[in-house]
């Protein structure tokens, strides 16, 4: 994530995570799939959009008629990179071990993901005796 941008709050990755999936949405968009993973007003998603705006999180064009289209300002593999840089440095003391072996333990992973975390330990070892 841009340094300059603030890190979104747990209800605006929310509407983040919407916005990566979809794409351009308006406010209905956003609120109809919200909604049907838990009851959310639309005024809510309305005004969480309009403050994420204000933040430069999203950004916001007009659409046909009145409704705006509303775009996340950032790439989601650039805002996962910052949180979870983020959550290294905070929680487990710049510790990137620490937090894989948090998250193995807390989720397994399955033989395809272990293999793709092999793969990439491979391509880092590589990587650092070149």
Do not use: C
Not at 47 to 73: C, F, N, T, W
């Amino acid at each position: 994530m841009n340094p300059a941008l603030p890190k979104p709050t747990p209800s605006e990755t929310e509407i983040l995570n919407v916005l990566w999936d979809l794409g351009p949405s308006t406010v209905r968009q956003v609120h109809d799939v919200l909604d049907a993973q838990r009851k959310t007003g639309y005024t809510t998603v309305l005004k969480l959009l309009q403050i994420m705006a204000d933040k430069g999180l999203v950004s916001r064009e007009d659409g046909d008629g009145r409704a705006h289209i509303y775009s996340p300002a950032i790439e989601r593999s650039v805002a996962q990179r910052q949180m979870v840089r983020d959550l290294v440095d905070r929680i487990f003391g710049g510790s990137a071990t620490q937090l894989v072996l948090q998250a193995l333990e807390e989720r397994p992973a399955s033989s395809e993901d272990l293999k793709e975390i092999r793969r990439l330990i491979g391509k880092r070892e590589k990587g650092a005796s070149a």
